[in-house]
């Protein structure tokens, strides 16, 4: 896969406005290639030709991507990432381009892959596997954590009742993985020297705290019992737009230049309930989203709580959310 950058410019304020995404027919054999090695006794697949994967990824990129950046795009490599990943990125693409048959297929194949990972885990988890892989000490990264995301925001968007179901059936492994990989952080909030450690300190918690909110977003649109509470995050707020889409560390460290603290999930979302600490110093549209999402939460667990047949909430519980 290769990606060229290109750079548009607003007045004092670099951004990287355009990723194109170019799939060369060697890369499309490539990564249809690892996806068979991933999972030697799944059914053949013939991916699409390398100009749908084109289209596809870059509908990810200018449609998803908008609203759940959890991939670092200026240095992501489909070549180098896992292959369930890759197709899951196409199969979301695909639905943005309403190409279901193939975004089916995608679906399908990377779904096979992600479930064979959960499963082996498990096995090795309750002892009754003896044989050891590279996978065992993967599972639960960033790259499961979104694989898992993407499989269940595209199963939670149509209308097939046994996809419905297979998005409801990855909240117990993707909230196992989070919880596996850690909900804390060390206290410097990522504040690392080098711009190759910062992308895998961010891109990690980024890939954690969307986790938290699809997984909201499932429990509040299915009525589905809450899976990752609130309390149990301890993770920094993602950091600003502008300083995630830099194209090189020198651009990184100039966008750090001016950076204030990070501000903690825990910390932020106290100060919005009860009025407890500093407030907050600088917001950012995905901070603001995932602590939107702890509320409706809060608000969530509040109604729970209400005895039956009451069709507002307690007076007290309203004073405290209001």
């Known amino acids: 896969m290769y990606i060229k950058l290109t750079h548009l410019f607003e007045p004092e304020r670099p951004r990287a406005d355009v990723v194109v995404w170019r799939v060369s027919e060697e890369s499309r054999q490539s990564l249809e290639r690892r996806l068979s090695q991933a999972a030697p006794a799944a059914p053949a697949i013939q991916l699409p030709s390398r100009h749908a994967l084109t289209r596809y990824f870059q509908s990810y990129y200018d449609k998803f991507h908008k609203h759940f950046p959890m991939l670092h795009m200026p240095t992501h490599a489909i070549d180098e990432a896992p292959p369930e990943l890759s197709v899951a990125i196409a199969a979301i693409g695909a639905q943005y381009r309403f190409e279901l048959s193939n975004g089916l297929e995608l679906y399908r194949a990377a779904k096979y892959v992600v479930w064979e990972k959960i499963l082996h885990h498990q096995r090795q988890a309750s002892g009754l596997s003896a044989v050891h892989t590279s996978n065992d000490d993967a599972y639960g990264s960033p790259d499961d954590i979104c694989a898992m995301i993407l499989l269940m925001a595209f199963a939670s968007w149509t209308d097939k009742p046994d996809l419905l179901c297979d998005a ?7 909230t196992h993985a989070l919880r596996l990989d ?3 952080e060390a206290s410097n909030g990522g504040q690392e020297a080098h711009w190759a450690h910062w992308i895998q300190h961010e891109r990690r918690r980024r890939a954690k705290l969307i ?15 809450i899976m990752l509470f609130a309390n149990e995050i301890h993770l920094s707020l993602p950091c600003c737009a502008a300083e995630w889409e830099v194209t090189s560390e020198a651009e990184w460290r100039q966008a750090i230049q001016q950076k204030t603290p990070a501000e903690s999930f825990e910390g932020s979302l106290q100060w919005l309930l009860y009025g407890v600490g500093h407030g907050l110093s600088t917001t950012t549209p995905l901070a603001l989203f995932v602590l939107l999402q702890a509320i409706l939460q809060k608000i969530m667990l509040a109604r729970q709580l209400q005895p039956r047949g009451e069709p507002a909430l307690r007076e007290a519980d309203l004073e405290f959310l209001e």
């Open 168 to 174: 409801l059936q990855l909240q117990m492994p993707l």
């Open 182 to 184: 850690g909900l804390h």
């Open 211 to 225: 986790g938290f909110v699809y997984l909201n977003v499932v429990a509040v649109t299915y009525d589905t019992p």
